[in-house]
């Protein structure tokens, strides 16, 4: 399979994920880099009218989570840990979140993300640790379909 497939094959499984029900993203992956975007709204507001900070989380893991995935082409990779900075509060618009490897090594790859509004203003910041799992992706039925 050519880095293409694996990349299409990625994103066909994201989108196709149940939590996406709720979001409907948007998700771009290329070598080492993913997008992820989403339009947010009332139906992700806190109580004082702003996006919950774990919409935050999922947009920053979930991008940096598939730059990292794009270079493991075998087997599903997991968040060890990831750690965020809220910047600006946002409530309507859109959230896109673009993550890039920054570090890789055999057992271990560190991805760090950032998240702006559709007016290209910085609204969090994100980095994590991923490593391996024991999911094979061909066993993803999302993944190996197509």
Same mark, same amino acid.
């Given at each position: 399979? $050519?880095?293409?497939?694996?990349?299409?094959?990625?994103?066909?499984?994201?989108?196709?994920?149940?939590?996406?029900?709720?979001?409907?993203?948007?998700?771009? &992956?290329?070598?080492? /880099?993913?997008?992820? !975007?989403?339009? =947010? !709204?009332?139906?992700?507001?806190?109580?004082?009218?702003? /996006?919950?900070?774990?919409?935050? #989380?999922?947009?920053? +893991? +979930?991008?940096? #989570?598939?730059? @990292?995935?794009?270079?493991?082409? +075998?087997?599903? /990779?997991?968040?060890?840990? #990831?750690? &965020?900075?809220?910047? *600006?509060? &946002?409530?309507?618009?859109?959230?896109?979140?673009?993550?890039?490897?920054?570090?890789?090594?055999? $057992?271990?790859? @560190?991805?760090?993300? =950032? %998240?702006? +509004?559709?007016?290209? *203003?910085?609204?969090?910041? !994100?980095?994590?640790? #991923?490593?391996?799992?024991? &999911? $094979? %992706?061909?066993? @993803?039925?999302?993944?190996?379909?197509?």
């Amino acid at each position: 399979m $050519n880095a293409t497939e694996h990349y299409r094959k990625l994103e066909r499984m994201y989108l196709s994920a149940p939590v996406n029900e709720l979001y409907e993203p948007t998700i771009t &992956i290329g070598e080492g /880099v993913a997008e992820v !975007g989403f339009a =947010v !709204g009332p139906h992700l507001h806190h109580a004082a009218h702003f /996006v919950h900070g774990a919409n935050y #989380f999922k947009a920053l +893991d +979930d991008a940096a #989570f598939f730059a @990292v995935n794009s270079l493991v082409d +075998d087997v599903f /990779v997991l968040t060890v840990n #990831f750690n &965020i900075h809220l910047l *600006r509060p &946002i409530s309507e618009g859109t959230m896109t979140a673009t993550g890039k490897v920054v570090n890789t090594s055999r $057992n271990l790859w @560190v991805a760090d993300s =950032v %998240l702006k +509004d559709d007016r290209g *203003r910085l609204l969090g910041r !994100g980095s994590g640790s #991923f490593m391996r799992s024991k &999911i $094979n %992706l061909q066993d @993803v039925s999302s993944y190996s379909k197509g």
